[in-house]
């Protein structure tokens, strides 16, 4: 079955510190890959995807995410967190067969003054 | 920039009752999709529509949901007689190819 997983249900950092959320992804086929930020009430925000190429992606607002394939992974990163990085962050995974995009569990993000 | 636009922002219902979601996807999009989240988990996907039929839908979009684009602008989800469970925020989302984009949720709160 095809699944995305973010192992941690939240992540604490200081302000100033690098920050890394981290995702897995189990899909058939070539992987697309993407990351979304969700404030509080508010939608999905697209912050950044991988379809192919570089391995190291970037996106909105200074984060950045790199594909691995044989740790299927794509972890999000960000080399110096800001207090209004705090958010809800959703690592999701599109194969090309499906047609639909799986989420993961989501993974809270604190950045601490 | 475009965007996918969804309303009502926040819909109130008493269980037993219709309810509609109204979104307008972005304009030269192909694919459709609703999505639920249970507030502050995990995102599900509903449905997704292609070619003005469903292409896929999960096992929570039962009878009681139906989708449709009537007007070749706006996509519409029907809930025919909500549950208590069916309180969630409802994301719209469209894409061209892959990359989706969402609109800003319609919450549901189901009485």
């Known amino acids: 079955a095809q699944s995305v997983a973010q192992p941690e249900d939240q992540v604490n950092v200081a302000e100033g510190n690098p920050l890394t959320v981290k995702c897995t992804y189990s899909?058939?086929?070539?992987?697309?890959l993407f990351w979304y930020v969700q404030y509080p009430n508010r939608g999905l925000q697209f912050l950044l995807k991988y379809i192919t190429g570089d391995n190291l992606v970037k996106g909105s607002y200074g984060f950045e995410a790199e594909f691995n394939k044989s740790q299927t992974s794509f972890h999000l990163k960000k080399p110096s967190a800001l207090v209004s990085d705090s958010a809800l962050y959703f690592c999701a995974g599109f194969s090309g067969n499906t047609g639909k995009l799986i989420f993961g569990q989501g993974t809270t993000l604190q950045v601490k003054p | 920039e475009p965007e996918v636009t969804q309303t009502p922002s926040h819909q109130v219902t008493q269980m037993g009752q219709e309810v509609i979601l109204r979104c307008v996807p972005i304009?030269?999009?192909?694919?459709f999709y609703w999505y639920r989240q249970i507030l502050g988990q995990k995102v599900e996907f509903l449905v997704s529509f292609y070619n003005n039929e469903i292409s896929e839908k999960s096992e929570i979009f039962d009878d009681q949901f139906s989708v449709e684009r009537p007007d070749g602008s706006n996509f519409t989800l029907k809930i025919r007689s909500t549950k208590l469970e069916d309180s969630a925020m409802y994301f719209c989302a469209s894409s061209f190819i892959v990359e989706l984009f969402f609109g800003e949720g319609s919450r549901l709160t189901v009485l």
């Open positions: 899909v058939s086929g070539n992987p697309y």
């Open positions: 304009s030269n999009h192909l694919y």
